[in-house]
């Protein structure tokens, strides 16, 4: 049994990134976490963070949602309070000992600011990192992510396959002309003649 620990967002390209990891590594008996990590609030007004803990359980209810058209899925809900940075998604992911972290790869990923983070500690997630990243429509400046090696990350693009339609070759001469030209023998069949 494995961990697979899907980070949910409010962006397309994270339902991208669970559905990906539904039809491709997920195996009967592992266990589907999906982590919302929502934004510490600068005043602790209870019910600003309570509405925030309250959102952010919808938004991983509607995930899970998506999880349920899977046959044999566990799923497990997790929301908590916490940084933009990763940092708490990292302690989670440790703390439960999940085995592969997968998540949607955009422009305001926590990926990108945790990768540049001073303290090493915090970076040290012990898993697999799968970034699913939807192909993009207009030519962007792309960002380079330099990963340490306690990171065992992959990037993959989501895209749809299309083959380019080839027309059918033409045939210049026909294969066979006169189909009666065949069957035709050089000399007469020899018929064995019984003997009475």
Not at 43 to 48: L, R, W
Not at 93 to 101: D, K, M, N, P, W
Not at 111 to 126: D, G, K
Request: aromatic share 6%; net charge positive.
């Amino acid at each position: 049994m494995e961990r697979i620990v899907v980070v949910v967002e409010e962006v397309e390209v994270a339902r991208t990134a669970l559905q990906w990891a539904l039809a491709n590594i997920l195996r009967y008996g592992d266990v589907v976490t999906l982590l919302h990590v929502y934004p510490a609030a600068a005043s602790k007004n209870k019910k600003k963070l309570r509405r925030l803990r309250l959102k952010g359980f919808q938004l991983s209810l509607s995930f899970s949602n998506i999880c349920d058209a899977f046959p044999n899925t566990k799923t497990e809900i997790v929301v908590t309070e916490g940084d933009q940075d990763g940092r708490r998604i990292a302690a989670v992911v440790r703390e439960i000992g999940a085995s592969t972290l997968v998540l949607g790869l955009h422009d305001r990923s926590f990926l990108y600011r945790l990768i540049n983070l001073q303290n090493n500690s915090t970076r040290n997630i012990n898993c697999k990192v799968l970034a699913i990243k939807e192909p993009t429509t207009s030519v962007v400046a792309s960002r380079t992510i330099s990963v340490s090696t306690t990171m065992d990350f992959s990037q993959i693009e989501v895209s749809v396959l299309s083959v380019p339609e080839v027309p059918p070759t033409k045939i210049p001469y026909q294969l066979c002309p006169d189909p009666t030209a065949i069957i035709w023998r050089s000399r007469p069949s020899r018929t064995l003649k019984s003997s009475s």
